[in-house]
């Protein structure tokens, strides 16, 4: 593995009221190199690979905010890491680095509910967020398809409810 990674997500929007549908693809740098953020990478990596036997492919987007992750139950509350041992507080895994900034649009970052509470929701910034420095660990950025992360953001909503079904229907490295 070199010492920087990109992946990818194919996105498919489907919307019940318009019938429409639309998609593309975004690619992720992961942040992998240098120290930066290797473990909540290769996490992302990992999920994004589906290698093992869970992953990214095929959810769906909880919630978008004109401003993703939770396979496990859609709502917010679940996620997985590949760093699970059953002695261990449920996969969450420590935040490694928190000073990369959230300080453009296009940011990818880890959600959590707290400190050291890493799994597997992320999400990705759609402008300066200076506010989340320091709280969540930045571990990439969209290098492609900005344009496919706007498109995910006008289906969004102030309550977080997708205005449609937004999902990753491929993902992996590239």
């Not at 639309?22 to 290797?38: A, C, H, M, Q, T």
């Not at 959810?59 to 709502?75: A, C, L, M, S």
């Amino acid at each position: 593995m070199s010492s920087e990674s990109a992946g990818n997500f194919d996105i498919l929007i489907t919307s019940d009221k318009t019938q429409e549908t639309r998609g593309g693809r975004i690619v992720f740098k992961l942040y992998d190199k240098n120290g930066e953020s290797p473990k909540t990478a290769k996490n992302f990596r990992e999920l994004s690979t589906g290698q093992h036997g869970f992953g990214y492919s095929n959810t769906t987007f909880h919630r978008i905010i004109p401003g993703g992750g939770d396979f496990t139950d859609g709502t917010g509350t679940g996620g997985r890491s590949t760093f699970e041992d059953p002695k261990s507080n449920g996969g969450m895994f420590d935040d490694e680095n928190l000073t990369l900034k959230h300080d453009r649009a296009g940011i990818l970052s880890m959600a959590t509910n707290g400190p050291n509470t890493n799994r597997s929701q992320f999400f990705i910034t759609v402008a300066p967020t200076p506010w989340l420095n320091g709280r969540h660990v930045v571990f990439g950025e969209v290098i492609e398809g900005m344009d496919v992360v706007k498109m995910i953001e006008s289906y969004g909503s102030e309550s977080g409810r997708p205005k449609a079904d937004v999902r990753v229907t491929a993902c992996g490295t590239v």
